[in-house]
């Protein structure tokens, strides 16, 4: 039998109640890295991406220590932007370009 809060989201899920959003993740691939750097005393990572095919509507992306290792992200995109190589960026919440956990370099 599945607990309550199964049940709802899946009724949300079938039935499109309002007000309830189930974000899902998306990669965005092929970005440009420009401006990069520590953005907060809280270790936050702010990346410019540009000439990518726009898959999750980001135009810039954060990541927060708390859902990435920020010191190798900032590694990868320093060493993409140097070699000038493209990168793929995973963002956690497809709503939110706040939410970076992981990049690659293509």
């Known amino acids: 039998m599945l607990n309550k ?3 709802f989201i ?8 309002p007000g309830v959003a189930i974000a899902g993740t998306c990669a965005q691939s092929n970005n440009k890295v ?7 005393a809280g270790g936050a990572i702010y990346v410019d991406v540009s000439e990518h ?3 999750c509507g980001c135009n810039y992306v954060r990541f927060y220590p708390e859902n990435s290792d920020t010191d190798k992200v900032l590694s990868i995109l320093l060493a993409a932007r140097l070699t000038e190589k ?4 995973d963002i956690n919440d497809s709503n939110s370009c706040n939410s970076g956990y992981r990049v690659y370099i293509q």
Do not use: K, P, T, Y
């Open 86 to 89: 493209r990168v793929r960026i």
């Open 10 to 17: 899946m009724l949300a899920l079938l039935f499109g109640i």
């Open 5 to 7: 809060e199964v049940r």
């Open 34 to 40: 420009g401006f990069v750097g520590l953005d907060s």
């Open 53 to 55: 095919s726009n898959q």
